[in-house]
């Protein structure tokens, strides 16, 4: 009787010891998706609130460092919208990130301008117009054509372009490099009433051309090959806060992968975990504005791109009901098969796919300079928020978290 009391003991330790990780993970979450991180953006210094928590987690979990501190320092060129945000149509006020976004290239505007229905058969010849330089310096566009179709309307007298869409808006801050002489702006077609006559934009921006952002680096000294790492990667920015009152949370994209890199880091500073070989955690800023956190560290490397054994980026690992894409896969197709074969053995997830090179995340500037990489997000419906205000926490199951987790730490184990 006493062994089978102790042997139900020992599975609910384990089941309690299970669920500590996920329940470490969703504190992580909780905090960078809090309306104190601004969206983990340019706004109200997002980024460097993020940074700062989790260079204190490194610290924490004593990870060492390769400099004086945690964090690597970089600047970018970003346009913003720190403030006033109104779109009227025909008087109707619009709600921003609910009814319609920004582009991060738009210029600062105020004013009222007349509508130009551009939809269906007739958008190309509205398009066409535009492009022989007929006045239309105070009319706003509404198309649903593939702008890039037209390259020269970057340069025309255009005042604003707007497209409709069917689903949820969505934002991204990819193109906020540089300002357009136009405002740009995506909203959800049942809020513009059809033959709607005008819309009035209220739009404050700001252009940063110097930046100061910064990546967030700290390693664990390996116990035989010290100087010999394994890397794990994944951005802690986001799209950030759009007005004075929305802000995007960013919890799948990607508090996610940050949250699972801090647990890792949690885990392999136990004396008992300790690994064979170092492992360097990084957490990197500005990839959703153009991989520039990773690309700065890959151009900067704080220890030789060569010592790296291998390197695994995760970004949106929030789901896992259909398992997991290993970007890359076909490329490293032994690392591939050792992933295969460790889940067939343990059947940690539903499936292991692979797929071939992109250019999609952070692990593609080490890769472009011959570092042996993958980049890992998680696959199921039950995640299907991306880069809009309902990218929060609680949309955010964690599916597959630890059987993720457990996944990567054996193929550590056994590489």
Request: proline share 4%.
């Amino acid at each position: 009787m006493k062994k089978v009391l102790l042997f139900f003991v020992l599975i609910l330790f384990t089941v309690l010891l299970s669920a500590q990780d996920k329940d470490f993970a969703r504190e992580i979450i909780d905090t960078l998706t809090s309306p104190a991180m601004h969206g983990r953006g340019y706004v109200k210094n997002g980024d460097q609130i993020a940074a700062n928590f989790i260079g204190s987690q490194f610290e924490k979990f004593e990870l060492k460092t390769f400099g004086n501190n945690y964090f690597q320092p970089f600047s970018i060129s970003i346009n913003t919208f720190p403030d006033t945000l109104e779109v009227y149509v025909d008087n109707h006020s619009l709600v921003p990130g609910k009814d319609f976004v920004i582009s991060s290239s738009s210029p600062a505007t105020s004013g009222t301008y007349n509508l130009v229905w551009a939809l269906a058969d007739d958008g190309k010849m509205q398009m066409e117009r535009i492009l022989l330089n007929e006045k239309t310096s105070n009319d706003v566009f509404i198309t649903g054509i593939n702008l890039k179709a037209f390259k020269e309307v970057d340069s025309l007298p255009l005042s604003g372009l707007i497209n409709l869409v069917d689903n949820k808006i969505w934002w991204h801050v990819s193109d906020g490099y540089r300002v357009k002489n136009y405002f740009h702006l995506q909203i959800e077609r049942d809020k513009m009433p059809k033959g709607a006559k005008t819309i009035t934009v209220h739009a404050q921006s700001k252009f940063i051309e110097n930046y100061q952002t910064q990546n967030v680096i700290g390693w664990i000294k390996g116990k035989i090959w010290p100087d010999s790492f394994y890397v794990f990667t994944a951005h802690y920015d986001h799209l950030g806060q759009m007005g004075p009152d929305v802000y995007f949370p960013g919890a799948n994209d990607n508090a996610s992968g940050t949250a699972m890199i801090i647990d890792m880091a949690r885990f392999y500073s136990d004396p008992d975990n300790q690994p064979d070989y170092s492992i360097a955690f990084m957490a990197f800023s500005a990839e959703e504005a153009g991989l520039k956190g990773s690309s700065y560290y890959a151009n900067n490397p704080l220890f030789p791109l060569d010592k790296i054994k291998f390197l695994i980026n995760l970004d949106m690992v929030g789901s896992g009901s259909e398992g997991i894409k290993v970007v890359n896969g076909t490329i490293f197709k032994n690392e591939f098969d050792k992933l295969v074969q460790l889940n067939n053995d343990h059947q940690f997830i539903n499936s292991v796919n692979k797929r071939g090179e992109a250019a999609n995340s952070d692990h593609y500037p080490f890769y472009a300079k011959g570092v042996p990489s993958f980049f890992i997000y998680t696959l199921g419906d039950e995640c299907k928020e991306y880069h809009n205000i309902y990218d929060i926490s609680e949309n955010v199951p964690l599916t597959e978290y630890e059987d993720l987790f457990k996944l990567l730490t054996s193929f550590i184990n056994a590489y």
